[in-house]
């Protein structure tokens, strides 16, 4: 950076820490699709991203301590009192974040959605009820919202009676279910299933079927703080500003 700006390392530090103030990204106001998303370089130290894969541009962005839905409130107002308009928004399904964008098209990640099932089901389930709702999950990227809903209630039925399974503590007499995971599994899917197939009710819309896009910036983002490891952290988020802020010159 000293180099490209024609100034000493230490001006460029001192640069760095002073207060920025979001810029307004240089495109035509127009409808965008968002893939919108928070990754961290540290445990108090985040970044929430919103993309239009459409562009490959990232259309605002903010430093965050933690993953609330107020960051992406303030991402959304910030569009708008701009100019732009969220045409729809791709999401990694996190509780409560949804009900911003309440009124749009929002599509579920299809990677998230399965990351979430392997955390139920393990990669390699031993369950057989395990083992067939997770075949119906990697049907995703490759069937429609009839055929998985067929297939899901399907499932559902063969393996009703086997959810019901409870199981009592002999210490407390207290009873919970015996295949909680699976449970939850399947009350995952039943819950994310309306937003699962959004992007093929509006293909005039171009919306992705997951945060790919954002993901793969994460990755380099997080590759060059790899490289500066030795900065601090404020130092370091404020390098990753001037990166984001670098693609919209």
Same mark, same amino acid.
């Given at each position: 950076?000293?180099?490209?700006?024609?100034?000493?390392?230490?001006?460029?530090?001192?640069?760095?820490?002073?207060?920025?103030?979001?810029?307004?990204?240089?495109?035509?106001?127009?409808?965008?699709?968002?893939?919108?998303?928070?990754?961290?370089?540290?445990?108090?130290?985040?970044?929430?991203?919103? =993309?239009?894969?459409?562009?490959? +541009?990232? %259309?605002?962005?903010?430093?965050?301590?933690?993953?609330?839905?107020?960051? $992406? !409130?303030?991402?959304?107002?910030?569009?708008?009192?701009?100019?732009?308009?969220?045409?729809?928004?791709?999401?990694?399904?996190?509780?409560?974040?949804?009900?911003?964008?309440?009124?749009?098209?929002?599509?579920?990640?299809?990677?998230?959605?399965?990351?979430i099932m392997k955390r139920y089901l393990t990669s390699i389930p031993k369950l057989e009820a395990s083992r067939e709702l997770k075949t119906i999950v990697e049907t995703l990227p490759k069937t429609n919202e009839q055929s998985f809903t067929v297939a899901l209630d399907?499932?559902?039925?063969?393996?009703?009676?086997?959810?019901?399974?409870?199981?009592?503590?002999?210490?407390?007499? =207290?009873?919970?279910?015996?295949? +909680?995971? %699976?449970?939850?599994?399947?009350?995952?899917?039943?819950?994310?299933?309306? $937003? !699962?197939?959004?992007?093929?009710?509006?293909?005039?819309?171009?919306?992705?079927?997951?945060?790919?896009?954002?993901?793969?910036?994460?990755?380099?983002?997080?590759?060059?703080?790899?490289?500066?490891?030795?900065?601090?952290?404020?130092?370091?988020?404020?390098?990753?500003?001037?990166?984001?802020?670098?693609?919209?010159?």
């Open positions: 950076m000293a180099k490209q700006y024609d100034h000493s390392k230490r001006w460029v530090q001192r640069k760095l820490h002073e207060d920025k103030v979001m810029p307004v990204i240089k495109l035509n106001r127009q409808a965008l699709v968002v893939v919108a998303d928070t990754t961290f370089f540290s445990r108090a130290n985040g970044l929430t991203v919103f =993309r239009e894969p459409n562009l490959k +541009k990232n %259309v605002w962005w903010r430093q965050t301590v933690n993953e609330r839905a107020k960051i $992406y !409130l303030q991402g959304k107002n910030h569009l708008e009192r701009n100019g732009f308009t969220i045409s729809a928004v791709v999401l990694d399904g996190r509780r409560g974040i949804r009900e911003v964008f309440n009124g749009l098209p929002v599509q579920m990640c299809h990677f998230h959605q399965k990351q399907g499932w559902y039925e063969k393996w009703r009676d086997f959810l019901k399974q409870k199981t009592t503590d002999l210490n407390t007499g =207290r009873w919970f279910y015996t295949h +909680k995971r %699976v449970r939850a599994a399947y009350r995952s899917l039943k819950t994310n299933l309306l $937003y !699962l197939f959004t992007y093929q009710k509006y293909p005039e819309l171009n919306i992705p079927n997951t945060t790919n896009s954002l993901d793969g910036f994460f990755n380099r983002l997080k590759s060059l703080t790899y490289v500066h490891r030795g900065l601090r952290p404020k130092r370091m988020m404020s390098v990753i500003v001037e990166v984001l802020k670098g693609q919209n010159d």
